[in-house]
C-alpha cells in the first residue's frame, strides 16, 4: 500500500515540476478564436505615380526633352492644387540602346532612353478628374499606379480593432456555448496584420496591390454629394486581425 502511495506521490511530483505537461493541462481549458474587422472609408486623398519616357539619339536632348516634360507634369500638378512637398521624383533611369549583334556583326549604338517616375498625392479627390486629364494632355505615357487612401489611417485602424476583439469575443462564446462551456479572462491577445494594405509603383513596370479581409464591417459615414458623378473611387477598407486564447470556466 505504502508502495502505490509512493508512486502516486511521485507522480504528482513530476507533473508539478514539469513546466511541459502543466503548460498542456492549462492550455487544455482554454479555446482559441480569430476576429478579423474592416471598415469601408471613403478616401480622402489619392496617390497618383506617372512615368515618363524620352529617346532621341543625342544624350543631352534625350535627358532636355524628359525634363521639360517633367516640368509639365508639375505645372499640372500646380495648377490642380498639390503641394510642392506632394511632387516626388520616385525613379530616373537612363539607357543606351543598341542593335542587336550577332556573332559577325559588332552592335551599333541606335538611341538614348530616359525614363522618369513621378509621384503625386492629391489630397483634393474632387480635382482628380482634372489632374488626370491634364497629366494625359502633358505627354506622360504611363500611369503607374493610382492608389486611394485615407488621411485618417489610424483612427480607423484603432477602431478595426475594437471591432475585432469585439468578434473574436463573440466568436469564443458561441463556440463555447454549444458545448455548454462559459468563456473566462482572456489568456493571450496577439494582433496579426492591421491597417490599409496598398502600394503604388515605384519602379518602371511594376503594378500595386491591396490586401484586405473582412469578417465585421462598420460602414463610415456616407460619401458626400460633391463626390459623385463621373468619378467613383468607392470605397477603401482599413482592417485589424486579432487571436485571443480565453480561459474555459
Known amino acids: 500500500m505504502s508502495r502505490v502511495f509512493a508512486v502516486l506521490s511521485l507522480s504528482c511530483l513530476l507533473l508539478a515540476h514539469n513546466p511541459l505537461l502543466a503548460q498542456?493541462?492549462?492550455?487544455?481549458?482554454?479555446?482559441?478564436?480569430?476576429?478579423?474587422?474592416?471598415?469601408?472609408?471613403?478616401?480622402?486623398?489619392?496617390?497618383?505615380?506617372?512615368?515618363?519616357?524620352?529617346?532621341?539619339?543625342?544624350?543631352?536632348?534625350?535627358?532636355?526633352l524628359n525634363d521639360e516634360r517633367v516640368a509639365q507634369v508639375r505645372s499640372v500638378a500646380l495648377a490642380?492644387?498639390?503641394?510642392?512637398?506632394?511632387?516626388?521624383?520616385?525613379?530616373?533611369?537612363?539607357?543606351?540602346?543598341?542593335?542587336?549583334?550577332?556573332?559577325?556583326?559588332?552592335?551599333?549604338?541606335?538611341?538614348?532612353?530616359?525614363?522618369?517616375?513621378?509621384?503625386?498625392?492629391?489630397?483634393?479627390?474632387?480635382?482628380?478628374?482634372?489632374?488626370?486629364?491634364?497629366?494625359?494632355?502633358s505627354g506622360v505615357e504611363y500611369i503607374h499606379g493610382v492608389d486611394f487612401r485615407t488621411s485618417e489611417l489610424r483612427k480607423y485602424r484603432d477602431q478595426a480593432r475594437v471591432l475585432a476583439?469585439?468578434?473574436?469575443?463573440?466568436?469564443a462564446v458561441a463556440l463555447a456555448g454549444v458545448l455548454d462551456q462559459k468563456v473566462g479572462k482572456p489568456k493571450s491577445i496577439h494582433e496579426g496584420r492591421a491597417g490599409l494594405w496598398s502600394n503604388y509603383a515605384r519602379w518602371w513596370g511594376s503594378g500595386g496591390f491591396q490586401q484586405l479581409s473582412q469578417n465585421v464591417v462598420s460602414q463610415a459615414p456616407?460619401?458626400?454629394?460633391?463626390?459623385?458623378?463621373?468619378?467613383a473611387p468607392g470605397m477603401i477598407s482599413v482592417t485589424a486581425n486579432v487571436t485571443i486564447t480565453f480561459d474555459l470556466e
Not at 469601408?40 to 539619339?57: K, L, M, R, T
Not at 520616385?90 to 538614348?112: A, C, E
Open 165 to 171: 476583439m469585439k468578434a473574436a469575443k463573440e466568436k
Open 80 to 137: 490642380n492644387g498639390i503641394a510642392t512637398k506632394d511632387i516626388r521624383t520616385d525613379y530616373i533611369n537612363l539607357t543606351p540602346n543598341y542593335s542587336d549583334r550577332s556573332l559577325d556583326v559588332k552592335r551599333s549604338l541606335i538611341d538614348y532612353t530616359q525614363r522618369t517616375t513621378v509621384v503625386l498625392t492629391l489630397r483634393d479627390v474632387e480635382k482628380f478628374e482634372s489632374l488626370m486629364t491634364g497629366l494625359l494632355r
Open 24 to 64: 498542456e493541462n492549462q492550455h487544455s481549458r482554454g479555446i482559441t478564436v480569430e476576429g478579423e474587422a474592416a471598415i469601408n472609408v471613403v478616401p480622402d486623398e489619392v496617390v497618383i505615380s506617372v512615368g515618363i519616357e524620352s529617346s532621341d539619339s543625342d544624350l543631352q536632348k534625350a535627358k532636355r
Open 222 to 231: 456616407e460619401r458626400d454629394s460633391a463626390l459623385d458623378g463621373a468619378l
